[in-house]
T-cell receptor
Framework: NAGVTQTPKFQVLKTGQSMTLQCAQD?????MSWYRQDPGMGLRLIHY???????DQGEVPNGYNVSRSTTEDFPLRLLSAAPSQTSVYFC??????????????FGPGTRLTVL | RKEVEQDPGPFNVPEGATVAFNCTYS??????FFWYRQDCRKEPKLLMS???SGNEDGRFTAQLNRASQYISLLIRDSKLSDSATYLC??????????FGGGTRLMVKP
């Protein structure tokens, strides 16, 4: 049981390049989400999904796209990288939704630098 | 005003000390509350949930004050291994979590 995995661990992009951050989980969790973490800002929600085929925007969605074709995978695409997207990106997953909380499990993160 | 606010610290304490962190939240309709721990350059991990009546897990005690909209975490008998950043997390609706900026704790020998 690998939990939540993310690739790559590190990435350097030039302004304007595009790329996809990969996220996969093997816990059969319905809910998956992407966060970015910047110094002093805490984690901010980019996009989330409550199940295969269903995605929605979080707090800071601009410049990012997501899709959820399977329960296991939730890739994050940067359409045209900008220096403001330099950050650490975490993927997370949990069971279910609604008012009852389910523990969120985080992947190890992807450290992205945009030059 | 941030939805969830924490003193960033760092809190520098000797081993064996008792240390407390507070966190305030702005949404009075918030439903669930948590403390996560994040080690340097690692992912956050759930430390404990915070219940209305207060709850304890070993050396850790969490309290919730809904009237004043703040959450606290008390760590007794601090260990070197407690050095980390502690994130206050609030669940406002469904599974949408809002994170505070974190409080950094450094426990010294």
């Amino acid at each position: 049981n690998a939990g939540v995995t993310q690739t790559p661990k590190f990435q350097v992009l030039k302004t304007g390049q595009s790329m996809t951050l990969q996220c996969a989980q093997d816990m059969n969790h319905e809910y998956m989400s992407w966060y970015r973490q910047d110094p002093g800002m805490g984690l901010r929600l980019i996009h989330y999904s409550v199940g295969a085929g269903i995605t929605d925007q979080g707090e800071v969605p601009n410049g990012y796209n997501v899709s959820r074709s399977t329960t296991e995978d939730f890739p994050l695409r940067l359409l045209s990288a900008a220096p403001s997207q330099t950050s650490v990106y975490f993927c997370a997953s949990s069971h279910g939704q609604g008012s009852s909380y389910n523990e969120q499990f985080f992947g190890p993160g992807t450290r992205l630098t945009v030059l | 005003r941030k939805e969830v606010e924490q003193d960033p610290g760092p809190f520098n304490v000797p081993e064996g000390a008792t240390v407390a962190f507070n966190c305030t939240y702005s949404n009075s309709a918030s439903q669930s509350f948590f403390w996560y721990r994040q080690d340097c350059r690692k992912e956050p991990k759930l430390l404990m949930s915070v219940y209305s009546s207060g709850n304890e897990d070993g050396r850790f005690t969490a309290q919730l004050n809904r009237a004043s909209q703040y959450i606290s975490l008390l760590i007794r008998d601090s260990k070197l291994s407690d050095s980390a950043t502690y994130l206050c997390v609030v669940n406002n609706a469904g599974n949408m979590l809002t994170f505070g900026g974190g409080t950094r704790l450094m426990v010294k020998p």
